[in-house]
């Protein structure tokens, strides 16, 4: 699906934050002769910002042996920094399947306020610009409030949305939902579902069950499971996606709040830790706040020249 087109002013917008923790260390690291102290520097800084230990001992160690034989002499530090940054994201299949004959169906669960529903609405809204039609279910009956919460939101976007009462069966909505997607030859149906808490099992059942139940109606559905992460949790990101991934074959990291946190590092650590691209990110709290994941993108704004 070709949807979202990278808009680099709102990605550095969104990327702040994380730039201004690191702009001030990089900005007097460079110009300096690349030595042992500057990579020492370097490592504390990646470690500070989120980026973990695997990519930061990837690229420091190889940073190491690069001094010791001279091969940095007269190199420039943030450039090196986002080449090597660059190296670890690429690869990876970042964009969202969409099924050939029958409806899209796309899963979006993540624990308990992490902003599943926002980025739902996200989705919907870019994929109706782009001339989509799109049905929402709402298969979060369990969270007071949740159901209206959605409906809100397609109504302001304007599209549809199938929903049932609070502590209905989410499975017998997302049922009659994909039911309706299939009828109403509809482009993309998009599942929100509870907030579910990781170390809760019946709970992780009943995403199970809804995963199932999409795929007895549309045939290879749900063609993508979103994860949705809190940036703003840092480390904790990355408990939750090996939990649900027991659960669920997790296609895809819909990395929300990324505006909110200096931790934006933790991209690279969910990356390497889970093996899940990063799909999409969202920066901010209204429709029009989602980027694709464009590797490129995010690690130019991630840090810059002239810092
Ligand atoms: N700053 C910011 N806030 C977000 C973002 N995504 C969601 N939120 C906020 O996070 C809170 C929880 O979002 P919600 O979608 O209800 O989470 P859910 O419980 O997972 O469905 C709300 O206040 C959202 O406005 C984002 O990308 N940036
Ligand atoms: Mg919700």
Known sequence: MGLFRATIAALRGG???????LSAPLATMRGRVIDGDTIDELEHLLLSSDVGVTTTDAIVEDLRHEVANGALEGQDILELLRERLLQRLEGKNRSIAVAPTSPTAILVAGVNGVGKTTSVAKIARALKDEGRTVLLAAADTFRAGAVSQLATWAERIGIEIVK????????????????????????????????????????????EKIQQVTTKKIEGAPHEVLLVLDATQGQNTLSQAKRFSESIAVTGIFLAKLDGTARGGIVFAIEDETGIPVKLIGIGERPEDVEPFVPSAFVSALIEDGT
């Open 164 to 207: 049932g009462d609070q502590g209905a069966d989410p499975a017998a909505v997302t049922f009659d939902a994909a039911s309706a997607a299939v009828s109403r030859n509809i482009d993309v149906l998009l599942i929100d579902t509870a907030g579910r808490l990781h170390t809760q099992d019946p709970l992780m059942r009943q995403l």
């Open 15 to 21: 990327l702040s934050k994380t730039r201004s923790v």
